[in-house]
């Protein structure tokens, strides 16, 4: 019989990389529930920073883009940089993404990969199935990957949840339930600006707690972009256009500058078009550091030291961090203790070389999976046009 290849994870670039195998005739297995990190893991009411033109999900075929969706579901056509997508939208054209090109998407989760002998991966599935796959390509983007920092963390002794003292931004789907309440939100990236906001729409009183000066910003409307500059998904400007179009050379960087880039270009700033909610309905905290923090008669302290060097208290009902995804395969159990110890990494994050494999032959990651290797691109949707058609056609070459 003819091993499957197979692909977990049902996200963008999990959808994606099974389109592009599927296309090429390679018997595909794809596991997860389609879109879930969109579906529950981010606010209703979200609306997405990237443009139109930087939110398809790459196909190996025609006809699959955010606006043949909006043509066949009969909703209104989003395409320019000013059309803004609310997250209903995106989620829904994931789905019928996934229903033309992974009809035979499976539910389920995967609970363990580990090699068998030398040659394929033996996989274990929750409804208990066991196979052996060809290869595999590991699509599992944000999950399990939420970062707490540790000062953060020190408040919430039983983990992160929106009902005790602090939470993952990850955690919300409905910000509703703050209404009337005092919250903290740590960060000055789009989560954090956006999740403040939509609190305070809701009802809620809210501080945007951001360390260094002038943390806060938010990006030029479209109208207002430097016209001399080449345009890119992320807006005009050369590094943006090299690291959009041309990830390939990304991994022949120093490791320093990898994961540098990788965190700091298309880094923390608000969308254009969230600077209006913002202003006049949220209050910015710049502060230095956050030293401590911790539940205090019911409510949520941090001890922060200001840009001048004081020590100082903040207090709210609830604290929600924005604090973004680190990647690190310890994290990801389903990996298997043997294949994790052969997998080479860079502070814990899969070193990959062309084609999107790592130092296990036929084990594949991508989306931010593969950012260290090839860039700030690959945490978008926009990634899955460079990085799909490229894993597909190296592991048809070596698995096929
Ligand atoms: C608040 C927020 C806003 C964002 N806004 C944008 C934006 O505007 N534009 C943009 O381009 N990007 C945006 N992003 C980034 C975006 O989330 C990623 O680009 C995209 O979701 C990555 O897709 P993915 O397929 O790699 O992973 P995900 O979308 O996270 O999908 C992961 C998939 O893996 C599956 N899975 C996980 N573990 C298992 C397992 N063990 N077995 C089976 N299946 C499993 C899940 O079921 C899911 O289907 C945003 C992120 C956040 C947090």
Same mark, same amino acid.
């Not at 025609?62 to 969706?69: S, V």
């Not at 929106?162 to 409905?174: A, K, L, N, R």
């Given at each position: 019989?003819?091993? /499957?290849?197979?692909?977990?994870?049902? !996200?963008?670039?999990?959808? $994606?990389?099974?389109?592009?195998?599927?296309?090429?005739?390679?018997?595909?297995?794809?596991?997860? @529930?389609?879109?879930? $990190?969109?579906?529950?893991?981010?606010?209703?009411?979200?609306?997405?920073?990237?443009?139109?033109?930087? $939110?398809?999900?790459? %196909?190996?075929?025609?006809?699959?883009?955010?606006?043949?969706?909006?043509?066949?579901?009969?909703? /209104?056509?989003?395409?320019?940089?000013?059309?803004?997508?609310?997250?209903?939208?995106?989620?829904?054209?994931?789905?019928?993404?996934?229903?033309?090109?992974?009809?035979?998407?499976?539910?389920?989760?995967?609970? $363990?990969?580990?090699?068998?002998?030398?040659?394929?991966?033996?996989?274990?599935?929750?409804?208990? @199935?066991?196979?052996?796959?060809?290869?595999?390509?590991?699509?599992?983007?944000?999950?399990?990957?939420?970062?707490?920092? /540790?000062?953060?963390?020190?408040? %919430?002794?039983?983990?992160?949840?929106?009902?005790?003292?602090?939470?993952?931004?990850?955690?919300?789907?409905?910000?509703?339930?703050?209404?009337?309440?005092?919250?903290?939100?740590?960060?000055?990236?789009?989560?954090?600006?956006?999740?403040?906001?939509?609190?305070?729409?809701?009802?809620?009183?809210?501080?945007?707690?951001?360390?260094?000066?002038?943390?806060?910003?938010?990006?030029?409307?479209?109208?207002?972009?430097?016209?001399?500059?080449? @345009?890119?998904?992320?807006?005009?400007?050369?590094?943006?256009?090299?690291?959009?179009?041309?990830?390939?050379?990304?991994?022949?960087?120093?490791?320093?500058?990898?994961?540098?880039?990788?965190?700091?270009?298309?880094?923390?700033?608000?969308?254009?078009?969230?600077?209006?909610?913002?202003?006049?309905?949220?209050?910015?905290?710049?502060?230095?550091?956050?030293?401590?923090?911790?539940?205090? @008669?019911?409510?949520?302290?941090?001890?922060?030291?200001?840009?001048?060097?004081?020590?100082?208290?903040?207090?709210?009902?609830?604290?929600?961090?924005?604090?973004?995804?680190?990647?690190?395969?310890?994290?990801?159990?389903?990996?298997?203790?043997?294949?994790?110890?052969?997998?080479?990494?860079?502070?814990?994050?899969?070193?990959?070389?062309?084609?999107?494999?790592?130092?296990?032959?036929?084990?594949?990651?991508?989306?931010?999976?593969? !950012?260290?290797?090839?860039?700030?691109?690959?945490?978008?949707?926009?990634?899955?046009?460079?990085?799909?058609?490229?894993?597909?056609?190296?592991?048809?070459?070596?698995?096929?």
């Amino acid at each position: 019989m003819i091993q /499957p290849v197979a692909v977990i994870g049902a !996200g963008p670039y999990g959808l $994606s990389a099974a389109a592009h195998l599927r296309a090429r005739g390679i018997p595909v297995r794809a596991f997860g @529930e389609p879109m879930v $990190s969109w579906r529950t893991h981010m606010p209703k009411g979200m609306l997405l920073k990237s443009t139109p033109v930087a $939110s398809s999900i790459d %196909a190996p075929q025609r006809g699959h883009t955010l606006a043949d969706y909006c043509d066949d579901a009969g909703v /209104p056509r989003l395409v320019t940089d000013e059309d803004i997508i609310p997250i209903e939208t995106f989620v829904a054209y994931g789905d019928w993404f996934q229903s033309r090109l992974v009809p035979e998407l499976e539910r389920v989760r995967v609970v $363990s990969v580990d090699r068998r002998g030398t040659e394929g991966f033996e996989l274990k599935l929750d409804s208990g @199935e066991q196979f052996t796959a060809r290869a595999v390509v590991v699509a599992t983007g944000l999950s399990g990957l939420s970062h707490l920092p /540790p000062e953060l963390a020190a408040a %919430a002794p039983d983990g992160p949840t929106p009902t005790g003292p602090v939470s993952h931004s990850s955690q919300h789907g409905d910000l509703s339930r703050y209404e009337d309440k005092e919250l903290l939100v740590v960060g000055a990236g789009q989560s954090s600006l956006e999740t403040a906001v939509l609190a305070a729409e809701a009802g809620a009183r809210v501080r945007v707690v951001a360390r260094g000066k002038g943390a806060v910003g938010f990006g030029a409307p479209p109208w207002k972009q430097p016209k001399l500059r080449p @345009e890119s998904p992320f807006g005009r400007a050369w590094s943006l256009y090299a690291l959009s179009y041309y990830p390939h050379p990304y991994r022949y960087l120093p490791p320093q500058a990898r994961h540098f880039l990788v965190r700091r270009i298309l880094g923390p700033l608000g969308a254009w078009w969230l600077r209006d909610r913002y202003e006049g309905r949220v209050t910015t905290r710049e502060i230095a550091a956050i030293t401590k923090s911790e539940a205090r @008669e019911g409510r949520s302290v941090l001890t922060v030291r200001t840009p001048g060097g004081r020590i100082e208290e903040l207090a709210a009902d609830h604290v929600i961090a924005a604090t973004g995804y680190r990647v690190d395969v310890n994290a990801m159990g389903f990996l298997g203790p043997a294949l994790r110890a052969r997998l080479a990494t860079s502070r814990g994050t899969p070193k990959l070389g062309a084609g999107y494999v790592s130092s296990v032959p036929g084990l594949y990651f991508t989306g931010m999976l593969g !950012g260290s290797s090839y860039g700030p691109v690959m945490r978008f949707v926009c990634g899955t046009e460079y990085a799909s058609p490229r894993l597909a056609g190296h592991l048809v070459r070596a698995h096929g």
